[in-house]
């Protein structure tokens, strides 16, 4: 195979991850099957990244060490469960969406392993897709949008319809059907965002540009008005300011988490039933009692909120509100500790990587704790959309850092990438 060839094979992949990535922001990937053969159901996406991956093994050769992510554990356990389960309750769309989620993942590892430069190409189209998700949320408020959300006080209302309840205040849905969905996927990806922003080597005036687009985004949160999201937002701030070097960090540092606990008193404020996330500790304790009466295959992927409601017909959610417990209570105990195994691993390795000066393992850092925290009082990643990112930031995460146990992090000066003089 010539250069060129070569170039033009592997730069596939590339476009996969970032054409999923765009259609996140924005549903542009069909979800009909375009080949049924069986139980197997291949959508454009899912073809995508047969593709990809095709094209990674061409181009870069069939590595094993390409696609080595040190999280070949915890996601074998979480395939297996989930598909015992499957087995049991017939669960078949929610298991063919969990592989296709790996195989997207182990394509992002394969990508950032192969080219380390596609990690600021990425983070730019994470920029796009908050954009195109975040400021449609921003455009509702500003142009009185009844979104069917709103505020009235302290109480979460939800009145579908084209009027606004009296007394009330909208809140910011943008490209998703839920304000706490949007606030969830804003804290995924609006620190990539602000990374895109502030490590570009181009102008200062386009540098100030994008990171007017990531400043917007962190406004849609501010605007879906989840009190979580904001708290979560402002612990990002904090954790994005300790691992920096710049000078008298710790009183910024003091300041943000200051706000982040001023912000939980002024939640306090209204009251028990607010503190008690409307039903959620209730809901909670459900669905463990649900997963300890099925402690080996769970009730199925994509079954608990059907098994709460029958168990209590005021449950109207489709999940557990926690991605931790929904995982426990669907595919049984194995599926819940991958996933901590999984956030708790990537998020030491970006740990790592943002105190040894590297931007992009920062934002993704930040993107991580903020989007584990605010699972653990909803689900956004119960969504294909948000899944769909979640797992694009997993691999890149654990794509991008070093494989030895002795072996420090080192971050290369990638093209696009201003040096690092925090």
Not at 215 to 242: H, K, M, Q
Not at 280 to 293: F, G, H, L, S, Y
Not at 352 to 381: E, K, M, Y
Request: with cysteine.
């Amino acid at each position: 195979m010539n250069d060129s060839v070569r170039t033009a094979v592997g730069a596939v992949p590339l476009l996969v991850v970032c054409a999923l990535l765009l259609g996140t922001g924005a549903e542009i990937m069909p979800p009909e099957s375009l080949i049924s053969l069986g139980p197997v159901q291949i959508t454009l996406a899912r073809l995508l990244i047969m593709l990809g991956l095709i094209a990674l093994v061409v181009a870069e050769g069939p590595r094993v060490g390409l696609f080595h992510s040190r999280l070949e554990i915890p996601l074998a356990l979480l395939l297996a469960a989930v598909l015992v389960s499957t087995v049991q309750w017939d669960t078949g769309p929610r298991a063919r969406f969990m592989f296709e989620s790996v195989a997207l993942f182990y394509l992002v590892v394969g990508v950032v392993r192969a080219r380390p430069e596609s990690r600021t190409a990425i983070t730019l189209i994470a920029l796009v897709s908050l954009a195109v998700a975040a400021l449609g949320g921003v455009a509702q408020i500003s142009q009185d949008v009844a979104t069917g959300f709103y505020r009235d006080g302290c109480e979460p209302l939800t009145r579908p319809g084209p009027v606004q309840p009296p007394d009330t205040i909208a809140r910011a849905t943008g490209s998703f059907a839920n304000p706490n969905v949007l606030a969830g996927y804003i804290l995924l990806l609006a620190p990539l965002a602000a990374v895109a922003a502030w490590a570009s080597a181009a102008a200062l005036q386009l540098r100030l540009a994008l990171g007017l687009v990531a400043g917007l985004g962190y406004l849609a949160l501010l605007l879906t008005y989840s009190r979580a999201g904001v708290f979560i937002a402002l612990l990002g701030i904090g954790i994005a300011i300790a691992t920096t070097k710049v000078r008298h960090r710790w009183p910024l540092v003091a300041l943000g988490v200051a706000l982040a606990i001023a912000t939980t008193f002024l939640f306090a404020s209204c009251g028990s039933d607010a503190g008690a996330g409307y039903g959620r500790q209730q809901e909670w304790r459900e669905t463990i009692e649900i997963a300890v009466e099925n402690p080996v295959y769970g009730v199925g992927p994509g079954r608990l909120g059907q098994v709460l409601e029958a168990r209590d017909p005021n449950f109207s959610a489709q999940h557990a509100h926690n991605l931790f417990l929904n995982w426990w209570a669907e595919a049984g105990p194995l599926a819940m500790l991958a996933f901590l195994w999984i956030f708790g691993f990537l998020i030491w390795r970006t740990g790592r990587g943002a105190v040894a000066g590297d931007r992009i393992a920062r934002g993704l850092l930040v993107a991580l704790v903020g989007f584990g925290l605010f699972s653990l009082a909803d689900h956004p990643a119960n969504v294909d959309r948000v899944a769909t990112a979640m797992w694009i930031v997993f691999g890149l995460a654990a794509g991008g850092f070093a494989l030895r146990r002795d072996e420090e992090p080192t971050f290369p000066h990638l093209p696009g990438e201003r040096r690092a003089s925090d």
